[in-house]
């Protein structure tokens, strides 16, 4: 069993920084593929990155490539979303998940309650 919660979201203006970091309980933490998932009102949820259990491995939706990083310190059980160069529609719940490689929600087997992030204009 892993449960997950997620914080640092927040007002944020459009190009600045934020970092979401989502602290995980459990022993099997380190076995897991990461994710982060996010969702806008009246949109469905939707794929952002994620990261093997090693960390050698990362994997970015085409619309954050480039902005977001990925990255996980398995010794604190935590795994980290850092996100520049922020836009507009870059506003959304943030989620994280743990589950296997992919970036299918219904892969990942848990999730945390979600932190907004808003990007004003």
């Known amino acids: 069993q892993v449960q997950l919660v997620e914080s640092g979201g927040g007002l944020v203006q459009a190009g600045g920084s934020l970092r979401l970091s989502c602290a995980a309980s459990g022993r099997t933490f380190s076995s897991y593929t990461m994710g982060w998932f996010r969702q806008a009102p009246g949109k469905d949820r939707e794929f952002v990155a994620a990261?093997?259990?090693?960390?050698?491995?990362?994997y970015y939706a085409d619309s954050v490539k480039g902005r977001f990083t990925i990255s996980r310190v398995n010794a604190k059980n935590t795994v980290y979303l850092q996100m520049n160069s922020l836009k507009p529609e870059d506003t959304a719940v943030y989620y994280c998940?743990?589950?296997?490689?992919?970036?299918?929600?219904?892969?990942?087997?848990?999730w945390g309650q979600g932190t907004q992030v808003t990007v004003s204009s």
């Open positions: 990261i093997r259990w090693s960390g050698g491995n990362t």
């Open positions: 998940a743990a589950g296997l490689f992919s970036t299918w929600g219904s892969e990942y087997d848990y």
